[in-house]
């Protein structure tokens, strides 16, 4: 899978299973509404995912293993009907030649909750098994619990009439609507005390931390990683709205996240940037 597909997978929305963990670890007291890239090394996005991958060893984490998947529907009402928002189509004269004039596959992924809970004996005991005897955390850690939700979504894939697969993304075009991620705190730790200590777990690059602490209004802004080896990207206005916009820089395919409305929107597929951007712009 090229650069461009490994950085739809992180953006869209938490639509897998993957990546709903991976935006679950980051977020402490947030809710979608705007977009910050992150750039980071395809060594660095593998370093966050093994940091985050040992939050397991600090307490109890429900709901990864039972993350919803995406399920397929008939139509765009059925679609809508279960996500609880009108599913918006592109205008079908704004879709590259080749391509289906509507989608081929409908899939709807239901909302769902991950959990995180600090248990202080387990944390400290870990911390010290790896020689990390600095790392302090307060009694009232114990029993804290990371909530996030992530919305239900829609995936909208609109195959390409013809068998040509040159493209890392295939050569079709797939779009993405979901509504706002948010997640919260419930125990004895404040939020800003939770993020402080999400941002300082051993592992994470100081590039990394440095460009999340920079981040101003952190509790409604979504860090995009957007792997810079791979891909070049950037920001963007799409029908009014902030976005980011990028290519591959194999130059086959290219992608457009932005919040409207309070929904998230993505879009990818095997076409120029500025190509992508129309279509995206034509969404009703």
Known sequence: ??????????????????????????????????????????????????????????????????????????????????????????DAATLPDGINSTPTELRVIAAHQVRFTFNLDQARAYFQSIGQTDVTLSDRFDGTSLVVNTPAAVLLTYGSTSSATASPLGSGLVIGEAGEITADTEGGVTLDEMRNFLLELPGLSADTTRQLEGIDDWKTTLPVPIPIDQVNWEQTTIDDSPGLLLNDNTGLGSAAIWQEDG??????????????????????
């Open 1 to 90: 899978m090229g650069g461009l597909a490994a950085a739809l997978i992180l953006m869209l929305f938490a639509a897998t299973p993957p990546g709903r963990g991976a935006t679950a670890d980051f977020l402490a007291q947030f809710r979608g509404e705007r977009f910050a890239a992150v750039q980071l090394s395809t060594g660095q996005i593998a370093n966050i995912e093994t940091t985050m991958s040992d939050l397991q060893h600090l307490g109890t984490i429900s709901g990864l293993d039972t993350a919803p998947s995406p399920q397929a529907v008939s139509s765009i009402n059925d679609a809508s009907r279960l996500v609880g928002f009108p599913v918006l189509e592109p």
């Open 263 to 284: 929904r998230i929107f993505g879009i990818a597929g095997a076409m120029k940037a500025r190509e992508l951007q129309r279509v995206a712009e034509s969404f009703h």
